[in-house]
């Protein structure tokens, strides 16, 4: 079956890059054999430049000319070999643009979906395309993903675990287990340790709202999923969206990591603490953390001096006392279903095993939920003290554990011609957005509508682009490619 590409391309005020994108694209495409036409969504108003709304006029009018797929195009990414394959998506939308030129030939980050996206036309019916509310720089394209991830259109892997087992329910406001200390486990976080807990934590916006780069008044909170009270040792979920570990040596400077994770995902988190090579390591599913695509810190961290050295305070789940409970970093919210404490280093291999199986050598310390007495945890092994809980609601869930959620891609290469830097930028050392207040609005309506399914994608998208512009008129432009000249309606 013969198909015919549209590359549909939002544009204003760009004309030295057209001059050079579409003869250039047009060569390429006809080198690979593809059948294919140019749409440029021109918006010829004094509006804030919705890309978004453009590029779902321009799919418009490609499928109206009888297109069976587009791809939505930056007019300033350039093709630069053939590792760019513009050919038919079957299954599932692919992001070619994935090595570029601005990121060193990097991938921008995990879920990237710029740049160039393919999609055939019932893959934009399913999706509804893009967003028409996002004006001015930003989110529109992670907006655009998420629609791919709610219609099982992205690539979607979980880890080989999957069991019905018994776990912690943890409700924010008064929900622990008190860990009597003892002298191992006391004396293990001060030197070569690991720390293992599988848990699904929720963020707590009734306290603290989800931190945003363009929110001027942001707070960043950290809540204790294990906590060694005082110069707190421990696991913690925060609401930046990401899981963290620390640790504080004996010249009480702080040990930190990180990596992103989204809220409400079942997640093994893995701290491992090699005391003779001072490093410090942090695994996510059994994946060292990475910050080549600013998923999280760079995994080992090296440290210097010895461990901080702690005194017999308990232990605790779900809370620390390091803080008044008053105060919205004092509890955990989410449910916990294993925590496992060694007194040594777990090699790479191990930790990358432990969905699957553990070693019990070095374990001193294994709560996994399944036992519960006269509401005290009983813990596999007898010769250590019985958590105590407090409010803590025992349940039986089904678990399932996904790995990553990530477009579907085609390794392509691309050239960023040069134009002004419009996304984020720092500013005496504070990550800001360069258009400010715009794309705060964006990033606002992205994380905590879109996705947390307070937008009806359905109703808002390329199935109700008629009452949002005005078409002016289509020029042709390069002989046989397509200029849409329109002012957007608000």
């Known amino acids: 079956m013969s198909h015919k590409l549209g590359v549909c391309v939002p544009y204003r005020n760009r ?25 440029l969504a021109h918006q010829c108003d004094e509006f804030l430049f919705n890309r978004g709304l453009m590029k779902n006029i321009a799919a418009k009018h490609a499928f109206d000319d009888g297109c069976d797929y587009i791809v939505w195009h930056d007019i300033d990414m350039i093709p630069e070999d053939e590792s760019c394959d513009y050919s038919y998506p079957e299954k599932n939308p692919k992001h070619i643009a994935v090595r570029i030129s601005q990121s060193h030939y990097h991938l921008k980050y995990q879920e990237y979906f710029g740049g160039a996206v393919l999609f055939t036309k019932e893959q934009v019916e399913a999706t509804n395309g893009y967003s028409n509310d996002y004006w001015d720089w930003g989110m529109e394209d992670d907006d655009l993903f998420w629609r791919c991830v709610k219609e099982g259109l992205a690539d979607k892997q979980s880890i080989d675990f999957a ?13 622990y287990i008190k860990i009597p200390i003892q002298e191992k486990t006391r004396i293990a976080i001060s030197n070569s340790h690991t720390i293992s807990v599988l848990v699904k934590a929720n963020q707590q916006i009734e306290k603290v709202p989800i931190w945003l780069i363009g929110d001027e008044d942001r707070k960043f909170v950290e809540y204790p999923i294990i906590r060694k009270p005082g110069f707190d040792w421990g696991l913690s979920f925060n609401n930046s969206r990401a899981y963290t570990a620390m640790l504080w040596n004996s010249h009480r400077e702080h040990i930190y990591q990180w990596f992103k994770r989204y809220e409400g995902e079942w997640t093994w988190v893995t701290m491992v603490v090699d005391d003779l090579e001072k490093k410090m390591h942090f695994y996510l599913n059994g994946n060292e953390s990475d910050a080549r695509n600013g998923t999280g810190t760079q995994s080992p961290f090296e440290y210097n001096f010895n461990l901080k050295r702690y005194g017999s305070e308990p232990f605790y789940i779900g809370y620390t006392p390091t803080v008044e409970p008053f105060q919205p970093n004092a509890f955990f919210k989410g449910e916990i279903a294993d925590i496992k404490l060694w007194n040594r280093v777990l ?46 609601t025992i349940e039986e869930k089904e678990i399932q554990i996904p790995h990553v959620v990530l477009p579907h891609r085609r390794d392509g290469k691309f050239f960023c011609l040069p134009h002004q830097t419009e996304g984020l930028i720092n500013v005496g050392g504070i990550d800001k957005w360069a258009k400010g207040e715009t ?52």
């Open 163 to 175: 069991k019905t087992k018994k776990v912690g329910i943890f409700n924010g406001t008064d929900s």
């Open 15 to 39: 004309e030295e890059h057209m001059n050079q994108f579409v003869p250039i694209l047009s060569n390429f495409l006809e080198r690979q054999g593809i059948d294919h036409t140019i749409y």
């Open 439 to 490: 794309t705060a609005r964006n990033e606002k309506r992205y994380i905590l509508e879109m996705q947390q399914g307070k937008i009806d994608y359905k109703k808002d998208g390329i199935n109700n682009i008629n009452k949002k512009y005005k078409h002016l008129s289509t020029l042709s432009i390069f002989d046989k490619h397509k200029i849409i000249n329109v002012h957007c309606l608000k």
């Open 347 to 392: 090699l790479a291999e191990e930790v990358s095993k432990l969905h699957k199986e553990y070693s019990t050598e070095g374990l001193i310390l294994h709560y996994n939920f399944d036992e519960i007495t006269d509401n005290k945890f009983i813990i596999d092994q007898a010769e250590l003290n019985d958590g105590i809980l407090n409010n803590v």
